[in-house]
C-alpha cells in the first residue's frame, strides 16, 4: 500500500482522511514535548511555539552545537504511553492535530484524538530512525529551564514513515489487534 504524504499544514481536513493502519510520510514541524514540557504546557503556561494545529513528537533527540547551528545526533521516539495522561488535555487546549510517539495510548486519548481532530502516528522508536528525516533544527525553547532531554525541540522533517496508530474516528490499529488476539485466544482455548 503506497504512503499517504501529510504535510504541514496539519489541518483538519488534512487529518481528517487518514484511516488506523494507513501508512503515511509526514513533512513539516515536529515539536518535541515530553512530559516535563507537556505538563508546563497545561499547568497555565503559554506555549512559546506555534503548536495549535501543529505536531508533537514524544521524543528526546541527542542534539548537540556545532558553531552557530545545532546538529542532530540522534532522534528516536520515546514511549507515548509515558504522557498519555496528559495528552487529552493536551490536544484540547492547543488543538494539536499530529501526534508521533511509540506504543500505545489509552482510551481517553483515543477519545481526543476523535472529538477534537487528531492523530496519532506511530514510528520506530530506534534512535538513528528520525535522524535522517531531519532537514533541520529550526529552532528550541526551554533549554536552559529542562535541559536538551526534555527541552521543545522544533525539528523540520521530510518524509518520516509512520503508521496511522489512531485516526479522527477514534479507531485504533492497538483496539484492533488486541480484539483479534482476543478471538484467536478464545477460538484456541475452546479447541483444548
Known sequence: MKAHALQAPFTAEAVAGLRAGQRVLLSGPLHTARCRVTKFLLDGMVSPAKIEHG?????????????????????????????????????????????????????????????????????????????????????????KEFGAADAMWILDVENLEAVVGIDTGGRSVHRRIKAASRRALDELLSSL
Do not use: M
Request: with cysteine; glycine share 12%.
Open 55 to 143: 505536531a508533537i513528537y514524544h521524543g528526546s533527540p541527542i542534539i548537540v552545537r556545532e558553531g552557530p547551528h545545532w546538529v542532530v545526533r540522534a532522534a528516536g521516539a520515546s514511549a507515548s504511553v509515558l504522557v498519555d495522561a496528559y495528552v487529552p488535555d493536551l490536544i484540547e487546549k492547543y488543538r494539536v492535530r499530529v501526534l508521533v510517539g511509540t506504543g500505545c495510548l489509552g482510551d481517553a486519548t483515543r477519545r481526543a484524538c476523535a472529538r477534537f481532530g487528531c492523530v496519532y502516528l506511530q514510528t520506530v522508536g530506534a534512535a538513528s530512525k528520525l535522524t535522517g528525516n531531519i532537514r533541520s533544527v529550526a529552532g528550541v525553547h526551554f533549554l
